[in-house]
C-alpha cells in the first residue's frame, strides 16, 4: 500500500494513507511528503465497543478529505471501512490479501461480518484468480483480479553468494520450520552454504531453538527487520518461499525481479501464477520436506541451472510493472 501510495503521489493524485495505529508506531516503508499521512490511534481490539470506535473515527476522516475513493486491504480493516462509508457518496473497495478459505486465525464474528457486508462495497479486489473463484465460489460475489505490482528495483549484480535466503514476518504459515528441516538433510553436502531469513514475529525463539536442535549453529542468520531487502535478494543464489498459504507472495516477485532462483511452495494462492516449475523457477508440494530438500540439493549443485532460472525469471519485470497494474487500480477506484 506504501509502494501504491507514493505512486499516485508521484502523479500528482491527493493522497491520504491512514492507519489504526498511533504515532507511536514508526513507518517502517518511505513515504513520499506529498502524502497526508494520519494516524487514526484507536486501538485494533476485538470489542463491540471498540470497533464502533473505529468505524465512527474513519467515518469522520472520510467525511472530511471527501475522496473520489477509499482503499482498504485485510478484513478487519475491509469490515470497518465499508461501515463507516454507509450512505456516503464515495466509492468503496476492498482487497483480501491472503486466500480466505485458509485464514484459519480470522475469528468467526469477522467471518460473518465479512459475508454480511462486503456486497455493499463497490469493488472486491482480489490478488490471484484462485482467490476471485474461491470469494465467487463461497460468497457468491464477483471479485476482480490485480496482482501486486513490481517496485522499481535496481539491476541485478550478477555477484552470487552460496546463500539461501527466505523472507517474510516469522509466523507458522510462511513454513521457516519447513526450510530448516529441509537444510539440515543436504547441509553436510554444502558446507559453505548458510541460511539467512529477514522478518520478525513470535515464531523467532521457536526458529532458535529448531536451529540448534538440527545442528545448523552457526549456519543460519535470522536477520530481523531489513531495509534494503533487494540487496539480499541480489547476493543469495537461492531464494526458498516455502509457505503453507499465500496472497500473493512479494518475495517471490521481488527475488525473481531481482534475477535470483527461486524455490516455492506450490501453495495456495500465488505462487503457481509467478512461476513455472523448471523454467523460471521451481514448485514443490505444500509441507514436503523431502521434496523441498531434494530440489534445494539440485539448485546447489548447480550453478548453471540457477543462472538459467533466474534469467528466465527476470521476465516479471515486464509482466508485473508498476505502470500497467496501477492503471488497473485507477480504472476500479476511479469509476464514475
Given at each position: 500500500?506504501?509502494?501504491?501510495?507514493?505512486?499516485?503521489?508521484a502523479?500528482?493524485?491527493r493522497?491520504?494513507?491512514?492507519?489504526?495505529?498511533?504515532?507511536?508506531?514508526?513507518?517502517?516503508?518511505?513515504?513520499?511528503?506529498?502524502?497526508?499521512?494520519?494516524?487514526?490511534?484507536?486501538?485494533?481490539?476485538?470489542?463491540?465497543?471498540?470497533?464502533?470506535?473505529?468505524?465512527?473515527?474513519?467515518?469522520?476522516?472520510?467525511?472530511?478529505?471527501?475522496?473520489?475513493?477509499?482503499?482498504?486491504?485485510?478484513?478487519?480493516?475491509?469490515?470497518?471501512?465499508?461501515?463507516?462509508?454507509?450512505?456516503?457518496?464515495y466509492?468503496?473497495?476492498?482487497?483480501?490479501?491472503?486466500?480466505?478459505?485458509?485464514?484459519?486465525?480470522l475469528?468467526?464474528?469477522?467471518?460473518?461480518?465479512?459475508?454480511?457486508?462486503?456486497?455493499?462495497?463497490?469493488?472486491?479486489?482480489?490478488?490471484?484468480r484462485?482467490?476471485?473463484?474461491?470469494?465467487q465460489?463461497n460468497?457468491?460475489?464477483?471479485?476482480?483480479?490485480?496482482p501486486?505490482?513490481?517496485?522499481?528495483?535496481?539491476?541485478?549484480?550478477?555477484?552470487?553468494?552460496?546463500?539461501?535466503?527466505?523472507?517474510?514476518?516469522?509466523?507458522?504459515?510462511?513454513?521457516?520450520?519447513?526450510?530448516?528441516?529441509?537444510?539440515?538433510?543436504?547441509?553436510?553436502?554444502?558446507?559453505?552454504?548458510?541460511?539467512?531469513i529477514?522478518?520478525?514475529?513470535?515464531e523467532?525463539?521457536g526458529?532458535?531453538?529448531?536451529?540448534?536442535?538440527?545442528?545448523?549453529?552457526?549456519?543460519?542468520d535470522?536477520?530481523?527487520h531489513?531495509?534494503?531487502?533487494?540487496?539480499?535478494?541480489?547476493?543469495?543464489?537461492?531464494?526458498?518461499?516455502?509457505?503453507?498459504?499465500?496472497?500473493?507472495p512479494?518475495?517471490?516477485?521481488?527475488?525473481?525481479?531481482?534475477?535470483?532462483?527461486?524455490?516455492?511452495?506450490?501453495?495456495?494462492?500465488?505462487?503457481?501464477?509467478?512461476?513455472?516449475?523448471g523454467?523460471?523457477?521451481?514448485?514443490?508440494?505444500?509441507?514436503?520436506?523431502d521434496?523441498?530438500?531434494?530440489?534445494?540439493?539440485?539448485?546447489m549443485?548447480?550453478?548453471?541451472?540457477?543462472?538459467?532460472?533466474?534469467?528466465?525469471?527476470?521476465?516479471?519485470?515486464?509482466?508485473?510493472?508498476?505502470?500497467?497494474?496501477?492503471?488497473?487500480?485507477?480504472?476500479?477506484?476511479?469509476?464514475?
Open positions: 500500500m506504501a509502494d501504491m501510495a507514493n505512486y499516485w503521489a502523479e500528482g493524485l493522497i491520504t494513507l491512514a492507519t489504526w495505529s498511533g504515532p507511536q508506531i514508526g513507518d517502517f516503508y518511505r513515504l513520499d511528503r506529498r502524502i497526508h499521512r494520519v494516524h487514526l490511534d484507536v486501538a485494533c481490539g476485538g470489542t463491540i465497543r471498540g470497533n464502533v470506535k473505529r468505524v465512527l473515527k474513519l467515518r469522520g476522516l472520510i467525511a472530511a478529505t471527501r475522496p473520489d475513493a477509499v482503499l482498504s486491504f485485510l478484513t478487519r480493516s475491509n469490515v470497518p471501512t465499508i461501515l463507516a462509508g454507509v450512505s456516503l457518496p466509492r468503496i473497495v476492498v482487497s483480501e490479501r491472503v486466500q480466505p478459505g485458509l485464514e484459519t486465525g475469528q468467526l464474528g469477522w467471518r460473518l461480518l465479512r459475508r454480511l457486508v462486503y456486497g455493499r462495497a463497490n469493488a472486491i479486489v482480489s490478488q490471484t484462485a482467490t476471485a473463484d474461491w470469494i465460489k460468497w457468491q460475489q464477483s471479485a476482480l483480479v490485480i501486486n505490482a513490481l517496485r522499481p528495483l535496481p539491476p541485478p549484480s550478477g555477484r552470487r553468494e552460496p546463500l539461501i535466503l527466505a523472507a517474510g514476518r516469522l509466523v507458522p504459515q510462511k513454513g521457516f520450520d519447513l526450510l530448516l528441516q529441509a537444510f539440515a538433510r543436504v547441509a553436510a553436502d554444502f558446507p559453505d552454504w548458510r541460511i539467512a529477514a522478518g520478525e514475529g513470535p523467532r525463539q526458529l532458535a531453538r529448531l536451529h540448534d536442535k538440527l545442528g545448523l549453529a552457526g549456519r543460519v535470522l536477520l530481523g531489513v531495509q534494503d531487502i533487494e540487496a539480499w535478494m541480489d547476493r543469495a543464489s537461492l531464494v526458498v518461499q516455502p509457505s503453507r498459504f499465500e496472497g500473493f512479494n518475495v517471490v516477485l521481488e527475488s525473481m525481479g531481482m534475477g535470483a532462483a527461486v524455490i516455492s511452495a506450490d501453495c495456495p494462492a500465488g505462487p503457481s501464477e509467478l512461476i513455472v516449475d523454467v523460471n523457477g521451481r514448485l514443490v508440494p505444500v509441507e514436503n520436506v521434496a523441498l530438500a531434494r530440489v534445494m540439493a539440485e539448485l549443485s548447480q550453478p548453471l541451472l540457477r543462472e538459467r532460472l533466474g534469467h528466465e525469471a527476470l521476465r516479471v519485470r515486464e509482466h508485473f510493472g508498476q505502470a500497467p497494474i496501477m492503471a488497473q487500480w485507477n480504472s476500479v477506484l476511479l469509476q464514475r
